[in-house]
C-alpha cells in the first residue's frame, strides 16, 4: 500500500516537475506547466524565422551581386557561392562545440546574433557610405578594391554568426521538450518538421519581398530591412528568457571518447565477459544524464567497460576513466562512429541541393520571366518554388502521413528516421533528370534563336527538390539531434550543417574537376555564359552519382542499429532488436 503511494507522488512529481538534466533560467529544475515546450519553442521558432530571412535574401541573390556588381564570370561567383555556403554550414562545428563544451546553447545564440548583427551593419555600410560604395556612377563596370573588401568581411561575419546560431538555436528549440515525458516527445517529434516550416515562411519573405526590394528600390534598402529584422529577433530572444529551459554545458565531448578508445586499446588482450551485465556501468542513481543500454555492434569497444582483477566498480571515485568506461560512454563512443557512414552517404544529396542557390538562380536568369502587365519575376524569387514544396512535404508529411503510418507501422515516428532521409534522396536523383531535361530543352530553343521559354519551365526542379528537402533535411536534422549523445546535441545539428557545407566545396571541386576534363576533351561544360555551357550534362553527371549513393545508403540504413536509452525503472529494462529510433525503452 505505501508502496504505491510512493510511486503515485512519483508519477505526480514528474507531473510537475522537468526531471530530464533541465534547469530554469534561476538554476532549479523546471517547473513543467510554466516552461518550455511550445511556449519556449515558438519564441525560437519566431528567431529562426527573422534570421532565414536575412540569410536568403542575402544567399539567393549572390550569385546575381557577384556577376553584376563585382563582375565575376560564372564559373567564379559558382565557386564563391559555394565556398562561402561551405564555409557558413562548417561554421556550426566550432559553434556547436563551444555551446555544448563551455558557453551553453542560450549564451552561444545570444554572441552569434551579434556577430551576425555586426556583419548586417558592415553590409549596409558597404552599400551607403561613399567610400564604401562599389562605385560612385550608377553602373559599375569595375567596383572599388576597398567595396569588395568590406562586402567580402560583412559577408563572413556573417557566416560566423550562423556558426553559433544555427547549431546551438535549433538544439535549444528540442531541448524544451522532455524525452522521458511521452506527451512532450510526441510534440518534440513535431518540432522539428514546425521548425523548418518556420524556416520556410522566412525562406518564402526573403526571396521574394527582400529580393524585390534589392531589385527594385536598392540593395542598401534591403539591408536596412534585413538589419532591423535581426535586432529585433535578438529582443525577442532576451523577451523569451523566463520560459526556456537550459542545459549546463559539460565540458569538452571528445575527452571521454578518446578515454574509452585508449582504454580499449589497453585492455585489447582480456576476454569479454560471458555476459554484458558483468560490464562497468555507473548506478542509475549516481548518473547525471540518461543511461544507454549495451548494443553488440563495434564490440572490441566493450573492453573499455571490462574491470579487471585490481578494479572495484562499487569504488567510482577511485576508477580512472583512461583504463575503465561506463558503458554509457562505450555506447556514446558507437554512436559517433555508427553516425560517420550515414554523414558521408548524405553528401552526394547535398551536392544537389547545391545547385538551387547557384545553377538554378542563374538559369532563372536566362529565361523569359514577364508575367501579365509586364510584372517582372526577380531570378531569385524562383527560389521560392522549393520552400513551397518543402512547406507542402511537411504539412503532408506532419499533418497526413505520421497519423496513418503510425497506426500501420506502430513506430511512434510513423516511419524510421533513416527511411525518411532516403525518400527524400529518391527525390534529389528525379530532380537532376528534370533538370538536366529542362536544361536541354532551353538549350535546343538557344540554338533556334528564341528566347521565349518561360521560367516556369524550372517549376517542376525546383518544386521537387524542395518536396525531397521536407523529407530529407528535416530527417538529417531529427537523426543528428537524436542519435547523437545526450551531451553533444548542439553538435550533433552542427554535423547535420556540415554536410550542406562540405557538400558546397565538393560541387565546387566537381565544377573545377569536371570543367578541366571536358576542357581537355574539346569543350568545357562550363562557359563564359550559361548558353555557351552544357550544365545538362553535369545534370545528368549528378544523377547518376545520387542514384548509386543511393543504393549504397540503403545497404547502410537496413544495417543500422538506432540508440537505445534505458527508461526510468530500477530493473533492467534494456531490450534486443531495433527501436523506434531512439526512443529506447520507450518504445
Known amino acids: 500500500m505505501e508502496e504505491s503511494k510512493r510511486g503515485e507522488s512519483v508519477v505526480v512529481d514528474e507531473e510537475k516537475w ?120 550608377g553602373i559599375c563596370h569595375e567596383p572599388r578594391k576597398i567595396h569588395e573588401v568590406a562586402f567580402f568581411l560583412a559577408i563572413y561575419l556573417i557566416s560566423i554568426g550562423t556558426g553559433g546560431h544555427k547549431p546551438s538555436l535549433e538544439s535549444f528549440g528540442a531541448d524544451q521538450f522532455d524525452d522521458d515525458h511521452p506527451e512532450e516527445r510526441r510534440k518534440k517529434m513535431s518540432f522539428f518538421n514546425w521548425w523548418n516550416f518556420g524556416l520556410c515562411c522566412g525562406l518564402l519573405l526573403g526571396v521574394t519581398v527582400v529580393v524585390y526590394v534589392q531589385d527594385h528600390v536598392g540593395w ?19 523577451v523569451g528568457r523566463p520560459v526556456y529551459r537550459y542545459r549546463k554545458p559539460t565540458g569538452s565531448p571528445f575527452a571521454p571518447m578518446l578515454q574509452v578508445l585508449v582504454a580499449a586499446v589497453s585492455k585489447r588482450n582480456l576476454p569479454y565477459p560471458s555476459s554484458p551485465a558483468q560490464l562497468y556501468e ?37 576508477q580512472n576513466p583512461w583504463r575503465l568506461a561506463a558503458v554509457t560512454r562505450v555506447e556514446e563512443t558507437k554512436l559517433i562512429l555508427n553516425i560517420i557512414p550515414i554523414w558521408l552517404a548524405s553528401l552526394p544529396f547535398g551536392v544537389c541541393v547545391a545547385q538551387t542557390s547557384t545553377f538554378f538562380i542563374k538559369q532563372a536568369m536566362n529565361l523569359n520571366r514577364e508575367m501579365a502587365n509586364g510584372f517582372l519575376i526577380l531570378p531569385a524569387s524562383v527560389y521560392a518554388l522549393a520552400a513551397i514544396g518543402m512547406i507542402i512535404s511537411v504539412i503532408m508529411y506532419d499533418k497526413l502521413l505520421v497519423p496513418v503510418l503510425r497506426k500501420a507501422t506502430g513506430n511512434e515516428r510513423g516511419i524510421k ?95 573545377t574537376a569536371v570543367d578541366r576534363v ?13 548558353n555557351s555551357s552544357r550544365l545538362d550534362k553535369f545534370y545528368w553527371l549528378l544523377a547518376v552519382i545520387a542514384a548509386v549513393n543511393l543504393f549504397v545508403y540503403v545497404l547502410l540504413a537496413r544495417q543500422y542499429s538506432y540508440k537505445n536509452v534505458q527508461g526510468r525503472a530500477t530493473v533492467a529494462d534494456c531490450y534486443e532488436g531495433e527501436s523506434g529510433d531512439g526512443v529506447g525503452s520507450m518504445a
Not at 454 to 480: A, R
Open 518 to 530: 571536358t576542357d581537355k576533351g574539346g569543350k568545357s561544360w562550363f562557359g563564359k555564359d550559361l
Open 282 to 318: 555507473v548506478p542509475k542513481s549516481q548518473s547525471q544524464g540518461r543511461l544507454l543500454c549495451h548494443t553488440n555492434k563495434l564490440k572490441f569497444l566493450d573492453k573499455a567497460a571490462i574491470l579487471e582483477d585490481n578494479q572495484n566498480s562499487a569504488d567510482e571515485k577511485q
Open 220 to 238: 542598401a534598402a534591403a539591408d536596412i530591412i534585413l538589419t532591423a529584422s535581426m535586432a529585433a529577433s535578438i529582443v525577442i530572444f532576451i
Open 18 to 137: 522537468v526531471y530530464d538534466s533541465s534547469l530554469d533560467h534561476k538554476g532549479r529544475v523546471p517547473l513543467r506547466a510554466t516552461t518550455g515546450v511550445w511556449k519556449a519553442s515558438l519564441f525560437i521558432i519566431a528567431i529562426e524565422f527573422s534570421e532565414r530571412l536575412s540569410y536568403f535574401g542575402i544567399a539567393t541573390s549572390l550569385i546575381i551581386y557577384l556577376t553584376r556588381v563585382i563582375h565575376q564570370d560564372l564559373k567564379t561567383a559558382a565557386r564563391s557561392c559555394n565556398y562561402w555556403t561551405g564555409f557558413t554550414t562548417m561554421m556550426p562545428l566550432l559553434g556547436g562545440f563551444l555551446a555544448d563544451a563551455y558557453l551553453g546553447r542560450f549564451s552561444t545564440v545570444l554572441a552569434s546574433c551579434i556577430f551576425y548583427f555586426m556583419g548586417l551593419i558592415l553590409l549596409m555600410m558597404s552599400r551607403l557610405v561613399p567610400s564604401l560604395k562599389p562605385c560612385d556612377a
Open 417 to 511: 528516421i533513416l527511411q525518411r532521409i532516403g525518400i527524400g534522396m529518391a527525390f534529389s536523383v528525379v530532380t537532376m533528370i528534370v533538370a538536366a531535361l529542362v536544361e536541354r530543352k532551353r538549350l535546343s530553343l538557344v540554338e533556334k534563336g528564341s528566347i521565349s521559354m518561360s521560367v516556369f519551365w524550372l517549376t517542376p526542379q525546383f518544386f521537387i527538390i524542395g518536396f525531397g528537402d521536407g523529407f530529407t533535411i528535416v530527417g538529417l536534422q531529427e537523426y543528428f539531434y537524436d542519435q547523437v549523445p545526450d551531451s553533444m546535441r548542439s553538435l550533433g545539428i552542427a554535423f547535420y550543417l556540415s554536410v550542406i557545407g562540405v557538400a558546397n566545396f565538393l560541387s565546387s571541386l566537381l565544377i
